[in-house]
């Protein structure tokens, strides 16, 4: 059974850092993406970083140059290392994993955390 679950998450002041963890079991880093989205109440979950297994990243823009992602495999962990953060960064944080299928494909981000509240004040 895949599960991940996120922690870290928490209040903070704009400009502040905060550091979020994706656990992952149940599932081998593959070259599928493991990811971290976000979602606002009323809007829709928005992805803004992901990475692969031989440590490629892509970010949104709206995250660039403050958001870094990382994994740890031996401790079967993505993290979300997010500073200088917004007011506009306040959301629910995601964590989710494509699904390998067959040789070379992936079901993209077939499995889902259940989210962590991130909340930062001006």
């Known amino acids: 059974q895949v599960q991940l679950v996120e922690s870290g998450g928490g209040s903070v002041e704009a400009g502040g850092s905060l550091l979020l963890s994706c656990a992952v079991s149940g599932l081998a880093f593959s070259r599928c993406e493991i990811g971290w989205w976000r979602q606002v109440p009323g809007k829709e979950r928005e992805l803004i970083t992901a990475?692969?297994?031989?440590?490629?990243?892509r970010y949104d823009d709206s995250v660039k140059s403050r958001f870094t992602i990382y994994q740890d495999k031996t401790k079967k962990t993505v993290y979300l290392q997010m500073n200088d953060l917004k007011t506009e960064d306040t959301a629910v944080y995601y964590c989710?994993?494509?699904?390998?299928?067959?040789?070379?494909?992936?079901?993209?981000?077939?499995?889902w955390g259940q989210g962590t509240q991130v909340t930062v004040s001006s």
């Open positions: 990475i692969d297994n031989r440590g490629d990243t």
């Open positions: 989710a994993a494509d699904r390998p299928s067959g040789r070379t494909g992936c079901v993209k981000f077939n499995y």
